[in-house]
């Protein structure tokens, strides 16, 4: 008995340190695919606010996203906490509230922390996801790096209201990485899982809507049996939940309001037609990238003999079927759709690439020669880990434009000079440092590129107002709304410059025209008192203060100017 303890034990620690081994092979690829995007983006911790969508979204509604409490009504309003807007974003939401909670306050560090560790997990899931498709682990790692660390997602990361991207990217990994195990492992948990995981997504943003679709074209390019389960059927029904319950939120929660100032989703397709090319140009040639970019006909020329070039590599390539190529290409087209439905003031944004291009990754990996592979490695991998130092050093260096505002809108503008919403939102970061006649210098140069911005016109009247140039702002006013003829906001801010040059009449008027268009913005009701109270109409003026105090009660301000006006009337009495 001693002598077999003796043998026994040695062969019992053996076992162990080789289990123990194969574990930390199994992690290292793991780890190493969490630190290094993670590392590269690590100096995002000290960038601020870039005030470009960030500021209207966590700035302005710090309050709200401070109150742990307004978490049910994160689900009831857009992502801008409004009830209208067409852009859904309720984890988004959340999330924001969560950092908040966490670091104590509004800081941008946390922000950008968050922003950070969920590239690391997306950058684990995407390598969990590539080895699911047999792609040898130390491709599926290198393969893995070169994509997170890509010069084209800087704003995927550095830029704060690309949250629900990185959310959309994370949960639509998990939920096929789930689904890919259902049809392997056959459990029932990979089921459940899918399904939880997918249904996060599609709250985080409305792009994974059409993830069952992709589902099922993978179900029948990768699976042995071909027939449908009954348990798929109950999959499909389960999505099916998600979605009407998806919509009916949706709906109560910003219902079918739609921006006037996008185009229509037949020529919004049309017009965004272009960021296809562009997109395979940028990812290929990394080295046109801008905060904002705009079409250029480079880049999409490049993008198009790309396509070419894909096609041919599609036939001419014999290391994957052609229904495993297609499947990868049906991934970066149905997943850039949606997208592509919407068309605002901007070209398009980098950020909404991140998801769609990992089909295209796909197809790379899929077509390297098997010659290149030696038992699981790669011989010219020393080639891929060249474009990874590459590509960290110019993202390393782009995401530096994130740093600040102004360094965010020079830089932006020095890229896209001629972008009109650029030099706008940089004059008003000026007219926020109440550098008044730079603000307008910027405004001018806005105006100059597009004559029917109403915006600029609309912002160089606020600052000509803080010059005391009364005329020139009831001008501007005049021409925002001759371009936008139910722009509430103006027509309240040419009421207060008609005020202030002593014309109480016509100041009236434009606040009736407020009114008449937005009967429940507060402040245009308190401007009209003080006009109809310096016009001596105190019965005119109690009734706008009582106005008011329904939407703001216990105003002090307007307390005060109701009750000063009922003592004038009791004078004349």
Not at 128 to 133: A, E, G, K, N, Y
Not at 166 to 194: A, R, Y
Not at 378 to 385: A, E, P, R, T
Request: glycine share 4%; with cysteine.
């Amino acid at each position: 008995m001693k002598k077999n303890n003796q043998k026994y034990k040695p062969q019992q620690n053996k076992k162990a340190i080789t289990i123990s081994k194969k574990r930390n092979t199994s992690l290292l690829p793991i780890i190493i695919a969490f630190c290094v995007p993670v590392l590269l983006y690590i100096q995002t911790v000290n960038f601020k606010f870039t005030h470009f969508d960030d500021d209207v979204i966590i700035i302005n509604n710090a309050a709200f996203l401070g109150n742990i409490g307004n978490a049910q009504q994160a689900f009831q309003t857009d992502a801008f906490m409004k009830k209208t807007g067409t852009f859904y974003r309720p984890l988004q939401t959340l999330s924001f509230m969560t950092d908040i909670q966490l670091s104590g306050g509004n800081n941008p560090w946390m922000y950008h922390l968050t922003n950070i560790l969920l590239l690391g997990f997306i950058s684990c899931s995407l390598f969990l996801l590539l080895r699911r498709f047999s792609i040898p682990s130390k491709l599926a790692l290198l393969g893995t790096l070169i994509y997170c660390v890509h010069p084209l997602f800087v704003s995927s990361v550095a830029w704060l209201p690309a949250r629900g991207d990185l959310l959309l990217t994370l949960f639509s990994l998990l939920s096929f990485l789930f689904f890919i195990d259902l049809l392997q492992k056959k459990k029932n948990i990979f089921l459940f899982l899918n399904w939880i995981s997918f249904t996060i997504a599609l709250f985080c943003k409305e792009t994974a809507a059409i993830l069952p679709l992709l589902f099922i074209i993978y179900f029948f390019t990768f699976s042995a049996k071909k027939h449908f389960e009954k348990k798929y059927l109950f999959l499909i029904l389960l999505y099916a939940v998600s979605g009407v319950l998806w919509f009916c939120v949706r709906f109560n929660a910003i219902g079918n309001y739609t921006n006037p100032n996008n185009a229509p989703i037949l020529l919004a397709l049309q017009m965004n037609l272009r960021t296809i090319p562009e997109a395979l140009s940028k990812f290929f040639l990394p080295i046109f990238f801008a905060p904002v970019p705009s079409f250029s006909v480079f880049k999409t020329l490049a993008g198009l003999a790309i396509i070419v070039l894909i096609i041919f590599l599609f036939f001419k390539n014999k290391e994957r079927s052609r229904k495993e190529k297609i499947f990868c290409f049906s991934w970066f087209l149905i997943l850039m759709f949606p997208p592509m439905l919407f068309k605002g003031p901007l070209d398009y944004f980098d950020h909404r690439f991140f998801l769609p291009l990992i089909g295209l990754l796909l197809f790379i990996l899929f077509i390297i020669p098997a010659k290149w592979l030696k038992n699981g490695g790669m011989k010219q991998s020393w080639i891929l880990v060249v474009v990874i130092v590459l590509l960290s050093s110019f993202t390393f260096i782009k995401s530096q434009a994130y740093s600040d505002p102004m360094t965010f809108y020079n830089s932006a503008i020095s890229h896209n000079s001629d972008s009109a919403p650029l030099y706008n939102n940089r004059g008003y970061l000026k007219y926020t440092k109440n550098d008044f006649k730079e603000a307008i210098k910027d405004y001018d140069i806005a105006i100059s590129i597009n004559e029917k911005y109403a915006d600029a016109y609309y912002n160089k009247g606020i600052a000509e107002y803080c010059l005391n140039n009364y005329k020139d702002a009831i001008d501007n006013y005049k021409k925002a709304v001759s371009i936008r003829p139910k722009y509430a906001k103006v027509y309240n801010d040419m009421g207060i410059a008609l005020g202030s040059t002593g014309n109480l009449k016509e100041a009236i008027i434009s606040f009736n025209k407020a009114i008449e268009i937005d009967p429940k913005f507060p402040d245009t009701y308190f401007n009209r008192a003080l006009a109809k109270y310096y016009s001596k109409n105190f019965t005119g003026t109690i009734e706008d203060c009582e106005k008011y105090l329904m939407l703001e009660p216990n105003n002090e301000k307007a307390l005060k100017l109701k009750a000063a006006s009922e003592q004038e009337l009791q004078k004349t009495k």
